[in-house]
């Protein structure tokens, strides 16, 4: 990523085919009220359609055996160049390193691009592609040395170390205080010798080698050489060398988009898709890596949560990061970016030229100024026992596992639920008798060169309330189209007063697709409700007047669906994430604002940033300095600031309080009462 690569970092690299979408629809304004005249002109936006085959692997089972937990946390970040962190996984990544969390970044390419390091308002100079990647892996070094708190031109510890298959990388190692940052740099060239994106040809063409770039001041000196089975026995490796309990990773799915040559040019964006095709390459091997990890690591599934970060998805959507938030971010750019007289004794460069300074914030693309989610966050579901106990569902290692509350309040160890490889989130849903269902994206296959790239929605019932589960289910894809198929959501679902479960999921269009399951037990076919564009992160409930209702955050205000179709609200504010519901009222955050907008009642003054979760009169989320807090009545309450969360911390409105709970970086599940007499409450199980 980054500025300077308008250019050069755009080409040819596909990653899947392109299909030509139809245009935006036309958004009606008016009242919920209005749906029942609209449903069918709205459900005839899309017809039904017919799953693509299923891929011959089952779901894996739910064995209801201890799911393994990690002993230490440590993030362990994949990224195709230098600076994708610090654009678009910052503050998530910069909290938990605060927190004291041991930071592992590998980089995959070298970044150097056309090999030119423009420097703004001057000539520019001749290329060499060996100085820039180690201008560009010096920024790196002062960034993180600025985050540990040390000067920016700290000495790091270089040394090679031996990785599968006898590759050889460069790993620079600096700690402060208790602190650890690891930046491994396994330099492949950002091209063929042909001219074609390397990483997408290495992804996409079985048997090609790709040579690595021999970075100016490195100790390596001569080049190596990768291909397909290379790559990811290496990212296997260091998976299986660091042990992470959090995976940071960027986008395998970008969104459809479509745009003409000059614009897919400008944006760095591949044909067809919302983001560089360096990114999604390199997050097809690290998914691909991580499905093999947690299938064949010693001892079973290895407990890791995984976050997969979106790219240039940021320019087409509203800005979500309120302006101290932003800045933040951004300061943690101004060292990598340098400037041309700095002294840091690298003499091929400090830093990449055209991202110093403010530059970063002024770029007319504005990726710095969102952090989104290809998938919801690593999170978890919250569900009550017969005996009124919490269960927590959640994603360890790729596979569904359950927490049970235990006697003192606090969450016991895991116990695996199959279903893997499935996506960060779960969807969840209880039937009327008491027994619950979970529901999952499943990366049902990520095979690169030419081979299959499937996902399906999978369900779970519970055999009996509070009971085991039995076996994975296939709900299919409401896409046709295996490339189209790669586009759609996490899954959520609520049960109706009927006792019905509605499924939605985000399709390929940006709207939504859906799916009933009857009292039979039997599900419905899919079924396209249009409507949209809008981001993932589904909110369905039912409402006060006893009807389900989705709402989704959009371009330009909320979206609402009811089961019949698109029901348009008139005259809502922007969201910049997903919609909490609860009360009669919507709770989101404005664009670039830690302001709450709430609808139909009342102001409320509850600051932050991130998107909130309602349940009953209460709203939980964090405030503009990462820390969770609850609001009751007018009163906020905060965590201790050593509970480091995930994304998307759960709420629950119990006969005794609020209960929040989620994962922290350790891939351990907390929970948190709200104490009302002191303004804090306890966390427990971290």
């Known amino acids: 990523m980054g500025y300077k690569s308008a250019q050069s970092e755009a080409g040819d690299g596909r990653i899947g085919g392109t299909r030509r979408l139809p245009g935006r629809r036309a958004i009606l304004l008016g009242s919920a009220a209005v749906a029942a005249a609209t449903a069918t002109a709205a459900v005839t936006a899309r017809t039904e359609q017919t799953p693509p085959p299923p891929h011959p692997t089952a779901p894996s089972p739910a064995s209801g055996r201890p799911a393994a937990e990690g002993e230490h946390a440590l993030l362990l970040q994949v990224l195709a160049h230098p600076d994708d962190d610090l654009y678009f996984m910052n503050p998530d990544t910069s909290q938990a390193f605060a ?87 396994l330099d492949l060239a950002m091209h063929t010798p042909a001219g074609h994106m390397g990483a997408p040809a290495l992804w996409r063409d079985s048997g090609l080698p790709l040579r690595t770039v021999v970075v100016d001041g490195s100790p390596l000196r001569r080049a190596q050489m990768y291909d397909y089975d290379g790559l990811v026995d290496v990212l296997v490796g260091l998976f299986e060398r660091y042990r992470p309990t959090l995976v940071h990773t960027l986008d395998p799915d970008p969104d459809i988009q479509d745009s003409d040559l000059r614009t897919r040019i400008r944006d760095s964006e591949q044909p067809g898709f919302s983001d560089h095709a360096d990114h999604t390459a390199v997050a ?32 087409h959507w509203p800005e979500n990061l309120p302006e101290s938030v932003l800045h933040a971010k951004a300061e943690h750019l101004m060292p990598y970016g340098a400037a041309p007289d700095w002294q840091c004794g690298n003499p091929s460069g400090c830093g990449d030229y055209n991202v110093g300074g403010d530059r970063p914030l002024t770029n007319r693309k504005g990726w710095v100024r969102s952090t989104h989610y290809r998938y919801p966050g690593p999170r978890i579901a919250l ?14 290692g790729m596979r569904a596992v359950r927490w049970r509350e235990t006697t003192q309040g606090v969450f016991g160890r895991p116990t695996d639920l199959g279903g893997g490889p499935l996506a960060p989130a779960l969807g969840s849903a209880m039937l009327r008798d008491g ?16 081979g299959s790239d499937l996902r399906e929605v999978v369900v779970l019932e519970q055999r009996a309330t509070g009971g085991e589960f039995g076996a994975w289910t296939g709900l299919g894809n409401p896409e ?19 006792g019905q479960v509605h499924l939605f999921v985000r399709d390929a269009d940006q709207g939504i697709s859906t799916r009933v399951r009857g009292l039979d037990g039997r599900w419905s076919p899919w079924r396209g409700l249009g409507g949209g564009p809008v981001q993932d992160g589904l909110t369905a409930v039912v409402g006060e007047d006893g009807g389900v209702h989705v ?136």
């Open 284 to 315: 097809s091997f690290t998914w691909a890596a991580l499905i093999r990890w947690s299938q064949t690591a010693a001892g079973g599934p290895p407990p890791f949560a995984a976050t997969a970060f979106r790219g240039y998805y940021n320019h």
């Open 551 to 686: 709402y989704a955050p959009g371009r330009d205000t909320v979206h609402h669906w009811t089961p019949e179709g698109p029901a348009p609200l008139a005259g809502l504010p922007v969201p910049a994430d997903a919609v909490a519901a609860t009360g009669g009222r919507l709770y989101y955050r404005a664009p670039a604002s830690s302001a709450l907008t709430a609808t139909a009642g009342p102001p409320v003054d509850f600051p932050g940033y991130g998107p909130v979760n309602a349940d009953g009169p209460y709203l939980l989320g964090r405030d503009t300095g990462g820390t969770l807090q609850v609001l009751y009545r007018g009163r906020t309450q905060r965590a201790a600031r050593d509970l480091v969360t995930l994304d998307g911390p759960a709420l629950r409105a119990t006969p005794r309080g609020p209960v929040a709970a989620g994962l922290s970086p350790a891939a351990r599940p907390w929970l948190w009462r709200p104490d009302s007499s002191t303004g804090t409450g306890t966390a427990r199980r971290i």
């Open 480 to 498: 046709a189209d295996p490339v189209r198929g790669r586009r759609i959501g996490v899954p959520v679902a609520v049960t109706a007063r009927d």
């Open 435 to 450: 027994r619950q269902l979970l529901l999952g994206l499943r990366l049902a296959a990520l095979e690169g060169r030419g």
């Open 99 to 185: 927190a004291g969390v041991p930071l592992v970044c590998v980089y995959v390419t070298a970044g150097e691009a056309d090999g030119v390091n423009k420097i703004p308002g001057r000539p520019h100079p001749t290329a060499d592609k060996s100085a820039y990647a180690s201008a560009r892996h010096q920024g790196l070094r002062q960034s993180y040395a600025t985050q540990l708190g040390l000067p920016v031109f700290s000495g790091w510890r270089t040394e090679v170390t031996t990785l599968a298959g006898g590759h050889q990388a460069e790993v620079n190692t600096l700690e402060h205080r208790g602190r650890r940052v690891e930046l491994v740099f």
């Open 383 to 396: 569900a009550q026992e017969p005996d009124g106990k919490l269960s927590g569902y959640g994603v360890l």
